[in-house]
């Protein structure tokens, strides 16, 4: 009898220890925690980006000397003065007729001394990030005026230069001509590679001979019939849909050039 109790307690021992053993082959399973779904994970909104701070005022000098800020400026207007030395004052400022900067970079003008070159009559500038030509409006006595290859799109400023003879504005950003047709004494005009679609402002430059267009999004050339005076008209790269609706003109002398 003792014997059949001890091996009866042995079974019993080792049915409990295989109990708490986990099936083999399978997976474990799920805890209470784990069988409730985890939410899901929401980001958290990025801040805005910080707008930039707009730029300080520009304080411009007084007294009757004054001080130059845009690169190339000074030296050119020494040059046109031969004054290689000394200071150059406002007085100084009003006899330079001309500024030629079209080896300089032009990314912005200088608000404060453009108002006292008041007997300039060209200025050509050179490419670059120029946007505001509103430091021009003070010059309404130019007569040639390059702002070429920059990204000036607006070209309001310029509105009040009506004795303005010859303008070059391409390979900018513009693609609005409704000042340039107040401009009613150009005779020459360079739009080359503007987006520009549509010559109806161009109806009234009565006095032009010459426009350049290249490589712009013009197809019609209509708004040109009444230029009694053109004389030349590049159109290479332009989509034209007709040439033939200037045959009029081409009979005047008109010279049509696609290349």
Not at 162 to 182: C, F, K, M, S, W
Request: glycine share 6%; net charge neutral.
């Amino acid at each position: 009898m003792r014997i059949q109790s001890v091996s009866f307690a042995l079974v019993a021992a080792a049915l409990l220890v295989a109990c708490d053993d986990p099936p083999k082959g399978g997976a474990p399973a799920p805890s209470a925690s784990a069988a409730i779904a985890a939410p899901p994970v929401v980001p958290s909104p990025s801040a805005p980006p910080a707008k930039a701070a707009p730029a300080p005022p520009v304080v411009c000098e007084s007294g009757p000397t004054v001080t130059f800020r845009q690169p190339g400026l000074e030296a050119e207007v020494r040059t046109k003065l031969a004054k290689p030395d000394g200071a150059l004052t406002r007085a100084d400022l009003a006899k330079v007729k001309s500024i030629n900067l079209v080896s300089a970079p032009t990314d912005s003008l200088d608000p404060c001394v453009y108002k006292h070159f008041t007997g300039l009559h060209d200025l050509f500038l050179g490419p670059g990030e120029l946007q505001d030509l509103t430091p021009l409006s003070v010059l309404p006595q130019l007569l040639s005026l390059r702002v070429a290859i920059s990204k000036v799109k607006d070209l309001s400023p310029l509105v009040r230069m009506v004795h303005l003879d010859r303008l070059d504005i391409g390979r900018t950003q513009v693609t609005d001509l409704a000042t340039v047709g107040e401009l009613t004494d150009l005779t020459e005009l360079e739009i080359d590679e503007d987006m520009v679609t549509d010559l109806a402002p161009l109806s009234k430059c009565s006095k032009l001979e010459k426009l350049s267009m290249k490589g712009t999004a013009v197809k019609d050339l209509r708004p040109l019939l009444g230029l009694k005076k053109l004389r030349k008209l590049w159109i290479a790269g332009s989509p034209i849909s007709d040439t033939h609706v200037l045959d009029p003109l081409v009979a005047n002398g008109l010279k049509i050039l696609n290349q």
